[in-house]
T-cell receptor, first 113, second 110 residues
Framework: SAVISQKPSRDICQRGTSLTIQCQVDSQVTMMFWYRQQPGQSLTLIATANQGSEATYESGFVIDKFPISRPNLTFSTLTVSNMSPEDSSIYLC??????????FGPGTRLTVL | QKEVEQNSGPLSVPEGAIASLNCTYSDRGSQSFFWYRQYSGKSPELIMSIYSNGDKEDGRFTAQLNKASQYVSLLIRDSQPSDSATYLCAVSGGSYIPTFGRGTSLIVHP
């Protein structure tokens, strides 16, 4: 299994600003994903972070709002841009060496005022 | 659209009982099935995976898969208060990214 860390663990941000969340894996992994989880809800996939190329976004999520980088096989960032209170959520990074199993980071709890 | 359905619960069972959690899915091509446990305020943790019809046991946990009926279940024997959490079912097929259900909240009371 992979050990995944995220920074920051939580943040409170003002409307209109941007926040970049970092995800670090302790070993090289093929797949890295970014999810959002609203309180009491299940996981919503935002995008697949592709190493060396543009991320693949799910329906309802766009690059201008959630730019993602993945410069190598162990690291990725997600930026939440031009934030509004509706972006308040927990953002989770997950990673795995195959499509079939994913391990999650501890999450970033974001509050937008 | 691929769907994964779970009863949101809460499912309340007494300590020592068997907790039975169920999940149905819509895509007949699904090949991989996972159960995650998520404690309140924590991230999901993979506890079981199953790929073939039948039962798979790991300690107090048993995953059951019936592809013909398109359901997968998780049994927790000798339930403990520490098992109280939300259990997420996830399903994937081939190169598909797993689709998660909304989760079932389990409460094990002393």
């Amino acid at each position: 299994s992979a050990v995944i860390s995220q920074k920051p663990s939580r943040d409170i941000c003002q409307r209109g600003t941007s926040l970049t969340i970092q995800c670090q894996v302790d070993s090289q992994v093929t797949m890295m994903f970014w999810y959002r989880q609203q309180p009491g809800q299940s996981l919503t996939l935002i995008a697949t972070a592709n190493q060396g190329s543009e991320a693949t976004y799910e329906s309802g999520f766009v690059i201008d709002k959630f730019p993602i980088s993945r410069p190598n096989l162990t690291f990725s960032t997600l930026t939440v841009s031009n934030m509004s209170p509706e972006d308040s959520s927990i953002y989770l990074c997950s990673a795995g060496t195959s499509w079939d199993e994913q391990f999650f980071g501890p999450g970033t709890r974001l509050t937008v005022l | 659209q691929k769907e994964v359905e779970q009863n949101s619960g809460p499912l309340s069972v007494p300590e020592g009982a068997i907790a039975s959690l169920n999940c149905t899915y819509s895509d007949r091509g699904s090949q991989s099935f996972f159960w995650y446990r998520q404690y309140s305020g924590k991230s999901p943790e993979l506890i079981m995976s199953i790929y073939s019809n039948g039962d798979k046991e790991d300690g107090r946990f048993t995953a059951q898969l019936n592809k013909a009926s398109q359901y997968v279940s998780l049994l927790i024997r000798d339930s403990q208060p520490s098992d109280s959490a939300t259990y997420l079912c996830a399903v994937s097929g081939g190169s598909y990214i797993p689709t998660f259900g909304r989760g079932t909240s389990l409460i094990v009371h002393p």
